[in-house]
């Protein structure tokens, strides 16, 4: 599995590819919440990765329809969400770092 985060073109980008998976997404800030890390960009939600239902699958989500309404949603390891969050806080693009902790601490 190849991921890449990093800044790139004024935003940040981060993308995980597998045999059976490619999730990309590039955003200006990440939004934590308890148990959700949402993507904004030109503040517009662009996706999420979440825990689905309180399981141990760490699910990532991006909104592809014009309206919003239409998304994909693929399964992610948590490496890859531990990777992103500490690059978005290193980068300076975490809305709340008190609310990044308390992701970390639930989450991951």
């Known amino acids: 599995m190849q991921t890449i985060v990093t800044e790139r073109n004024g935003s940040m980008l981060a993308r995980i590819e597998s045999d059976d998976r490619v999730f990309e997404v ?26 689905d239902d309180g399981t141990d699958r760490t699910m990532a989500r991006l909104t592809t329809g014009r309206e919003g309404t239409d998304f994909i949603g693929v399964e992610v390891p948590k490496e890859f969400v531990a990777e ?5 806080i290193e980068a300076g693009r975490v809305t709340d770092d008190s609310a990044a902790e308390g992701y970390r601490i639930r989450v991951l």
């Open 84 to 88: 992103l969050l500490d690059a978005a």
């Open 26 to 51: 590039h955003f200006d800030s990440l939004e934590p919440t308890d148990v959700t890390l949402r993507f904004l960009r030109d503040d517009e939600r662009v996706g999420s990765i979440y825990n």
